[in-house]
């Protein structure tokens, strides 16, 4: 079967892991990158740069897929506006999931949501549009996770937990049971968020705690 | 080879982990569920609940296998108790080990525990009965857990550590190399247990102090 | 294809993760374990204790490869003076990758440096000779791990950062985007990184603090 044509936007750090992730499933084979306009032509991990976002049109709806390999510190902003501009036009998202990942067949995964190496998400669990579940993230029984929300590297989200949309939860952090988090909260690396937090913020320590920023 | 009937008891969240976990396996095959009275006929992932422990007598000690179902936070007391149950009456306990978990050769895991996806026991470790060995938790190399604890989900027990019975070592804490932990003890998310706690109790932080509960 | 023959040096707690790992491979085969004197004749996970480092000119470097499996808490002098001797005579050191690890195939790791279960090393990272890559670590993209340094369990190097040399990084602590850490420097069990350490020293906690040691 051919594999089904991808577009990647964004050539920073985190488009080589999501590289890592692709090359692992055979699903896709990747068309090229767009960033910049200074970038055009460069290389990464061996796939070229081939135009800006304003190049969108030359790829086809019916032929290409489109993944946002934007990475997303803190802010959701630009990978929200990517996401909006794409389905504005009709494209169609990738859904990533690393071979090495494990997704109950119980759970869903929205479109545009990369699941990176040794990432789990477990039983009766819902996965938000656009979203990073990235490395070894472990998302437990019952969650909810919103849209366009970042669950770092190596965090814990336990069993029963809502995270709503535009979050970033930061690496090694830790969401015990039953918790919410209110939309666009950023969650400090390896914080301990112990009470469900119904301000929006950024939270930090252990047990969390809410700091100016 | 005809899979073993197995009757699950107690129907919450962590049950949903079990199924997604038993049915990687493909050894089990899951006979029903028992809970409470007034879930009789409900269904958990499409298994239904089919009784509760005043059945136990319906499913005979030779056709049937039992695991617990019930999750462990805190304290060790329920759990315990329908083990004990089970024994008395001469049921056989299901040990389950995750087709992603990976269980060294040399180390060896009790009747009635479970060993969930991604979760590691590493060489010349003992784990006791009747434990719930979580999501992503890493048992190092010399490691001794006694029985009835519950390692959550990405603890870390570090090489030649000794967790004592009825133990609920929290999710993501980290117990440094060769310490020991008191029969009963309660570890919060996240905590770091830089030495050996002799006393019963509740411990959080990094480094971790005991608190009153 | 015959296996290669394999010298294990360090007859210790840390060496049996490394059997765990190596029996895991089928690349090589343990032809026997040197330690102190007085435990020559002992046996680790069946393996037998055969000499001590005095008895290195008995392995030919045309027919044995090894590899130091001392563990490394804090100081990386022990570690890094085998790894001299062994060089200064032409021995063979193996690279042992476990088969539940992921390593990138655009990263590279180092000659006597041992990666054991679930690590995860992401694209574009380079890491050092004679490091361990402890259970379930997971090394980001972009990332330059020094040579002897310990990446203990269930640590997380997110992308970008730099580990100089003879580092120890303690378990489960993390270490955020782009920093730095000094050579010789030890973090300890759960702390957060969330700057570069320019300074040698020890650091705990969460934000990371120089303590004297």
Redesign the interface.
């Known amino acids: 079967m051919d594999k089904k044509k991808l577009i990647l936007i964004g050539g920073g750090?985190?488009c080589?892991?999501c590289?890592?992730t692709i090359?692992s499933v055979k699903e896709f084979e990747i068309a090229g990158i767009l960033d910049i306009k200074e970038k055009v032509g460069e290389s990464i991990?061996g796939f070229k740069i081939i135009g800006t976002d304003e190049d969108l049109h030359r790829f086809p709806a019916n032929d290409y897929y489109f993944l946002i390999t934007i990475?997303q510190?803190q802010n959701a902003g630009l990978r929200k506006g990517i996401y909006e501009k794409l389905k504005s036009t009709k494209c169609r998202l990738a859904t990533i999931i690393s071979a090495?990942a494990?997704v109950?067949?119980?759970s869903t995964v929205g479109e545009g949501t990369v699941v990176l190496?040794?990432a789990?998400i477990?039983?009766?669990s819902n996965i938000g549009e656009n979203c990073i579940i990235n490395?070894?993230a472990?998302i437990?029984?019952?969650c909810k996770i919103g849209r366009h929300v970042h669950i770092?590297?190596?965090v814990?989200v336990?069993?029963?937990c809502v995270v709503y949309d535009e979050c970033f939860i930061?690496?090694?952090s830790?969401l015990?049971?039953g918790i919410t988090v209110a939309a666009s909260s950023v969650i400090?690396?390896?914080?301990?968020v112990?009470r469900t937090l119904i301000e929006p913020g950024v939270y930090?320590?252990?047990?969390c705690r809410k700091i100016e920023k």
């Open positions: 750090g985190h080589k892991s590289i890592d090359v991990l990475g510190i090495s494990i109950s067949k119980y190496h040794g789990k477990n039983a009766a490395t070894n472990n437990e029984h019952d770092s590297t190596n814990v336990n069993g029963g930061g690496s090694n830790v015990i049971n400090g690396a390896g914080a301990v112990n930090v320590g252990n047990p």
